[in-house]
């Protein structure tokens, strides 16, 4: 049972340069989540899917764009990397909406 | 809006000593309260939550937390440390009112134990 996984694990993307995250979940969970993680501010929600087929923006929606390709799987992408969007991105999975969420392993991205 | 609050960057505390990592948190409705902890290079681990019931919540690893709705706080605490213990904790909050799904964390912090 792998829980939640993302890849890659790993990303150095120069400034303009496009990439998708990848993050798949084995919990037959309906919602899924995509936050990132900056010194001394905690994890902000970025975008959410309360279900398949469903997306809305979270907390820092801005130059980023997601699909919730199938119940298991939930993309997070960056159609035009900044430097801004230099972070540790995780993937996070629960059901019910309410319930405790399980976090992926993390996805550090930097943008030079 | 939801805000969580954890006012300590760090906590110190000798192994064997009780501890607590202190949160408040901001809510229109009745909160929904998480308490997870993250090692170095790793994802977030659930440790326990608070919906309704009991105020003293158990949780995972020997810790438990304690709801005051009065003071709107719900502090992470621990017995007896152990070195193992030291990671990052971070303070959750889900409004049951409505809002948008997921969660608003606090700033994190660190916990560390000395031997």
């Known amino acids: 049972n792998a829980g939640v996984t993302q890849t890659p694990k790993f990303q150095v993307l120069k400034t303009g340069q496009s990439m998708t995250l990848q993050c798949a979940q084995d919990?037959?969970?309906?919602?899924m989540y995509w936050y990132r993680q900056d010194p001394g501010m905690g994890l902000r929600l970025i975008y959410y899917?309360?279900?398949?087929?469903?997306?809305d923006k979270g907390e820092v929606p801005n130059g980023y764009n997601v699909s919730r390709l199938n119940k298991r799987e939930f993309s997070l992408r960056l159609e035009s990397a900044a430097p801004s969007q230099t972070s540790v991105y995780f993937c996070?999975?629960?059901?019910?909406?309410?319930?405790?969420?399980?976090f992926g392993p993390g996805t550090r991205l930097t943008v030079l | 809006a939801q805000s969580v609050a954890q006012p300590e960057d760090q906590v110190n505390v000798a192994e064997g000593n009780p501890l607590t990592v202190k949160c408040t948190y901001s809510?229109?409705?009745?909160?929904?309260l998480f308490w997870y902890v993250q090692y170095p290079n790793r994802g977030l681990q659930f440790l326990l939550k608070?919906?309704?019931?009991?105020?003293l919540v158990k949780g995972s690893y020997g810790f438990e937390a304690e709801f005051n709705k009065s003071q709107t706080s719900f502090h992470l605490k621990k017995p007896s440390a152990l070195v193992s213990d030291s990671a990052l904790y971070f303070c959750?909050?889900?409004?049951?009112?409505?809002?948008?799904?997921?969660?608003?964390f606090g700033k994190g912090t660190h916990l560390i134990i000395q031997p």
């Open positions: 809510v229109s409705g009745n909160p929904y």
């Open positions: 608070y919906i309704t019931g009991d105020n």
């Open positions: 919990m037959n969970h309906n919602s």
């Open positions: 899917s309360a279900s398949e087929g469903t997306t």
């Open positions: 996070a999975s629960s059901t019910p909406r309410d319930g405790p969420q399980f």
């Open positions: 959750a909050v889900r409004d049951l009112g409505g809002g948008a799904d997921g969660l608003t």
